[in-house]
């Protein structure tokens, strides 16, 4: 699904003594079938962008295009509704959404809200939690009596299970332990690939989740997107991620240290254990021709 | 809509009503609400509005986020409005359509009752936009303190109290946020009949409340690992100031008080 932002303005609690303003007409675009990550500092306007993306808040100023729909300041909530189809978000702590007796029939809600019936539901709601992984057994436990981790994950089914081609993540991994984090990007990944007009844009400060997984990375800043470069463009400028305090993956970091130590030049965009550690032999060999 | 709600919400500000005292603050709200319903004399109810808007004046809230904060509100002043219009059965009909039949005391009822529930309001509002809600629950224990004699827990009142206050906010916050993970799961609050659309609101109760309590077990157990032990023998940090500004301001309240009794007698 294409998105597009064009000169977007957006403040919570416009005219007040507590105005914030969020985005400050700011344009960027999405495109479809990709993976896509949004990062930046901590009240720089990027939750405020993802829920101008699925039609949640309208944007104050400017005009949002997302697939087929076009969402002015105008726009009336009716018109928009048809998007929540498509567009799936799942929120920071997603967790707190959950409400229903049982797990299953937590994430059947949301296909049932679109009008499925009750075996479609289920059927949907099946494939949406064997995917994220939760066992059979858990099923029809209360989702309160779950882990923190398979909270989470139910909470990402019961967004899955709407079979939405549009995916807006909001730091889904927050809180998770580093294993768990990796599952569910990979599960986040395979889910866009399966289909070739399924879109994620992720929230993430996680920037070796960002690296490995993402096709672009989009750098907000006090309410405007800055820059949008593959993670190779991005996290090898070390004089930008500086000036923009981003942090550099672990992997780039390494090989950056290397690098400078050394005083050799090489190619320090690696973002797993595999390629980095290729590069660092590659510098050892040319090392020892060196010496 | 929720993000206006101004109940409970503090501005921060330098003004005269910003710095007076709690109490003379909440001891004026008072006599003002008690003396409001005495009288019916206009001229008695053109003093108040004169106080409110004096009250209003110097707070210097901006206007507009006063405005929009009270509308949500002003839906109740207008129901009391029409319920009193429509259901008051004195003097003269003004006007007769079918089963609607609008009686003089209705619009006069009405108006009355509407114009005090409006002052009552922004006024009390005033006093909650002014007042830290730590300054209004001290300024709340100190008045009822003599109560402790008669074993009322006056400490723990006012410390549920300021609990109370300091997480509406946030109750308003997680709501909106809630709301919204629903609505992006495809729930709809505004369409159907009135037993589906109540049922609508189960997928954001159940959260809130499961949230509200997990919150208030983990300030329970950081207030006790704080070493909290209740209100007896605990001395305060923070101490109240009584100025000569605050009893000027409840002279003029208390002379709004026994005036609205000489309009009755
Ligand atoms: N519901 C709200 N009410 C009032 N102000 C808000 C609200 N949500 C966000 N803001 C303000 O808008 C600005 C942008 O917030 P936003 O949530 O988009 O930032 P963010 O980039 O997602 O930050 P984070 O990384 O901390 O999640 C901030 O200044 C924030 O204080
Ligand atoms: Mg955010």
Not at chain 2, 110 to 124: E, H, M
């Amino acid at each position: 699904m294409q998105l597009r932002v064009e000169n977007v303005s957006y403040a919570y609690m416009p005219g007040g003594p507590f105005e914030a303003k969020a985005l400050q007409g700011t344009s960027v675009s999405f495109a479809s079938g990709a993976f896509h990550a949004c990062v930046g500092h901590t009240g720089s306007g990027k939750s405020t962008l993802l829920q101008l993306l699925n039609g949640l808040l309208r944007p104050q100023e400017g005009t949002v295009y997302v697939g087929d729909w076009t969402i002015t300041p105008e726009t009336k909530q009716k018109h928009i509704a048809g998007l929540r189809r498509k567009a799936g978000v799942v929120f920071q702590f997603p967790e707190a959404q959950l409400f229903d007796e049982t797990v299953i029939d937590d994430v059947m809600y949301g296909p049932k809200n679109l009008g499925f019936k009750n075996d479609e539901a289920r059927r949907l709601a099946e494939e949406a939690l064997a995917r994220t992984g939760i066992s059979t057994e858990l099923f029809t436990r209360s989702p309160f009596d779950l882990s923190g981790g398979q909270m989470r994950r139910a909470a990402i089914a019961g967004v899955l299970a709407m079979e939405p081609e549009l995916l807006l993540l909001d730091e889904p991994t927050a809180g998770l332990d580093p294993a768990g984090r990796e599952s569910m990007m990979e599960l986040f990944r395979s889910w866009q690939q399966e289909q070739p007009e399924r879109t994620i844009v992720m929230i993430s400060h996680d920037m070796n989740a960002v690296a490995r997984y993402a096709d672009t990375v989009t750098v907000m800043e006090d309410g405007k997107a800055i820059a949008q470069k593959a993670p190779h463009e991005l996290f090898t400028d070390a004089e930008l991620l500086e000036r923009h305090q981003l942090e550099m993956p672990d992997t780039v970091r390494l090989l950056y240290r290397l690098r400078e130590a050394s005083g050799v030049n090489m190619d320090i965009s690696a973002f797993d254990e595999k390629e980095t550690f290729s590069r660092i032999l590659a510098l050892l060999k040319g090392g020892v021709q060196d010496a | 809509m929720l993000e206006h709600v101004i109940i409970g919400q503090y501005v921060p500000g330098k003004s005269f009503v910003h710095s007076l005292d709690p109490r003379a603050k909440l001891i004026a709200v008072i006599i003002f609400m008690i003396f409001l319903f005495v009288s019916r004399d206009p001229l008695v109810l053109g003093t108040a509005a004169a106080l409110t808007v004096a009250a209003f004046l110097s707070a210097g809230i901006p206007f507009r986020f006063f405005w929009k904060g009270i509308r949500v509100i002003l839906l109740i002043v207008v129901f009391t409005f029409l319920l009193h219009l429509f259901m008051t059965r004195d003097g003269t009909v003004l006007v007769s359509l079918g089963w609607l039949t609008i009686y003089s005391g209705g619009v006069i009822e009405g108006s009355l009752i509407a114009t005090r529930l409006f002052l009552l309001i922004v006024l009390a509002t005033m006093l909650t936009l002014t007042t830290t809600p730590v300054d209004l629950t001290d300024g709340m224990e100190r008045l009822m303190h003599p109560l402790n004699r008669f074993r009322v827990p006056v400490h723990e009142l006012a410390l549920t109290m300021s609990i109370a206050l300091r997480f509406i906010p946030t109750l308003l916050t997680e709501t909106e946020k809630i709301l919204k993970a629903q609505t992006a799961r495809g729930a709809t609050f505004s369409s159907g009949s009135i037993w589906k659309r109540l049922n609508a609101f189960i997928p954001v109760l159940v959260p809130l409340f499961v949230q509200s309590f997990q919150r208030a077990e983990e300030l329970a157990e950081a207030m006790e690992a704080r070493g909290y032990s209740g209100g007896e023998g605990r001395t305060k940090f923070r101490q109240l100031a009584w100025r000569n500004r605050d009893t000027i301001v409840l002279f003029v309240f208390a002379g709004f008080g026994v005036w609205s009794v000489l309009s009755v007698v």
